[in-house]
């Protein structure tokens, strides 16, 4: 069974940063893409950034420059660095990655950005 877990966001001002954690129960973690995506209230869930098993990233439009998605394998953990956040950021954060053929979910955290 594959679970994701979450952790680090919270409420920050516009401009600030913050740094997301996905902690892993995957086996072959280090083979695995993993991704991060966002919704906010009324729009429909958006990639925000992937990283691959060779260390390869691809982030969405609005991110790039922005923010940076790293991996520890030895951890079975991904980040996502969050900096020069605007008010549009503010979203609830979704840790992804693909097992065999199903897509697997954190529950989510959410990162609010005052302006």
């Known amino acids: 069974q594959v679970q994701l877990v979450e952790s680090g966001g919270g409420l920050v001002q516009a401009g600030g940063w913050v740094r997301l954690s996905c902690a892993a129960s995957l086996s072959g973690f280090r083979f695995a893409t993993m991704g991060w995506y966002r919704q906010a209230p009324g729009k429909q869930r958006e990639l925000v950034a992937t990283i691959a098993s060779d260390g390869s990233t691809n982030y969405g439009d609005d991110v790039k420059g922005r923010f940076t998605i790293s991996r520890d394998n030895a951890k079975n953990t991904v980040f996502l660095q969050m900096n020069s956040l605007k008010p549009e950021d503010a979203a609830v954060y979704y840790c992804?990655?693909?097992?065999?053929?199903?897509?697997?979910w954190g529950q989510g955290t959410q990162v609010t950005v005052s302006s």
């Open positions: 992804q990655t693909r097992y065999i053929t199903t897509d697997y």
